[in-house]
């Protein structure tokens, strides 16, 4: 099929499985309609850097879905007299009209009409925020995009008749299209995104949920600290961007694919040793990739080495099965299983505090994925 995207003037051809997420016998209602969804953030073990257009990785990543980090959103759908040619609407962030959220916002309306052609009938009220504190540093594009994929979905669901599967795939597959790790936070414990051969269901249009997880990855805990809440020097679509000439980016993606093919059964198994090995290699790798791009750029603070030093020591002398991974910037994720919490807090408070900007750290674990509030 093609689809004629009128406000960029091009033309998109959709693959067949790509047309079977374009809404169905979705005709516009005349009534106002207001939803509201929550998305938590995620955090990857298997790390997604690099990609193709429409957004599909390079190589099949894995993530934890957190609990706390959310963004909740609220969408409120009006009518218009006649249909646009793009998709018509505002968005009010934390109380204020943010039109610095604009551009990234058409460009994923661009992408997802094709999709949801009968939203050029309405306008848009999008109204958001966030529960962890505001230019953190922690990414926020993955729970604000699930988030408002859920809404956009939720009016799907009322046009043309849904089942829970395919909207949660489709939540998936749009939220995608705003940001790729976003395609990760609509269920948990964990979601993996990408085609993969030890994955049956697995896909590059959007996320699955990892099966049979053992019962001490379920509640893990990830204490976020905040090592640096500025202004990250190079976005992540640029870091994606570098990968395309990058001299190490097919052994890169080769080796992620590896990881996890490895870490599937350790997830398993419930093997902490192993675990951890992987989970730092991929946030060291990640970071690597970075520091070997041409422009080059390092996204890690000192602070971020005095943090993952003083774990490397803490985990020697207790033996405590604590980790840290990174995601593209340079706050820390410190990874520990809930039965080991109090232990793991008291070492953050006396030894890891005193790296972050103003001792500030969020207190996440692993949850289960977007809802209504
Ligand atoms: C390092 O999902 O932020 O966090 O698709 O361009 O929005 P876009 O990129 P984004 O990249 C995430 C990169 C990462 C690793 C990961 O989450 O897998």
Redesign the pocket.
């Known amino acids: 099929m093609i689809s004629v995207n009128f406000e960029n003037l091009k033309i998109v051809y959709l693959s067949d499985m790509e047309q079977n997420f374009v809404a169905k016998n979705a005709h516009p209602i005349k009534d106002n309609f207001i939803t509201r969804w929550q998305a938590p953030s ?3 073990l ?4 690099g ?1 193709t257009t429409p ?1 599909l ?1 390079k190589n099949a ?3 934890f879905t957190l609990t706390h980090a959310v963004t909740q959103t609220q969408v409120e759908f009006k009518p218009l007299e006649n249909p646009t040619e793009k998709v018509t609407f505002s968005i009010i962030f934390e109380g204020e009209e943010k039109s610095s959220f604009r551009p990234k916002l058409e460009d994923f309306f661009a992408n997802i009409l094709p999709y949801q052609p009968f939203l050029a009938h309405y306008k848009l009220t999008i109204t958001s925020q966030n529960t962890f504190p505001h230019s953190s540093g922690i ?1 926020s ?2 729970s604000s ?1 699930s988030a408002l994929a859920a809404c956009l979905v939720d009016l799907e669901s009322q046009l043309s008749s849904l089942s829970e599967e395919e909207k949660i795939n489709k939540i998936s597959f749009l939220a ?1 299209l ?5 395609c ?1 936070s609509t269920q948990g414990p964990m979601m993996a ?1 990408g085609t993969h051969d030890s994955l049956s269901n697995s896909t590059d249009l959007f996320a699955v949920t990892a099966a049979n997880i053992h019962p001490v990855f379920t509640d893990f805990c990830d204490a976020i600290l905040l090592i640096d809440k500025g202004q990250k020097q190079v ?3 640029l ?2 961007k570098l990968m395309h000439q990058h001299p190490y980016a097919e052994q890169r993606f080769a080796q992620a694919n590896d990881h996890l093919a490895e870490l599937l059964p350790i997830l398993q198994q419930g093997d902490l040793d192993a675990f951890i090995s992987i989970v730092e290699k991929e946030a060291l790798h ?1 970071h690597a990739m970075m520091m070997t791009s041409d422009p080059y750029f390092i996204l890690m603070q000192p602070n971020t080495l005095s943090v993952i030093n003083k774990i490397w020591t803490f985990r020697k002398e207790t033996g405590i099965p604590v980790c840290f991974t ?4 340079a706050n820390v994720h410190v990874l520990y299983p809930n039965n080991v919490a109090e232990a793991v807090n008291q070492f953050i408070e006396a030894e890891l505090l005193q790296f972050c900007q103003n001792r500030q750290c969020v207190h996440d674990k692993v949850g289960t994925g977007i809802k209504k509030y």
């Open positions: 995620n955090i990857a298997i790390k997604y850097w990609k957004q990785p990543s894995l993530s990414a594009s993955a995009m995608r705003g940001s790729g790790s976003a990760r995104w976005s992540s679509t870091g994606h990640l990174l995601d593209a910037g």
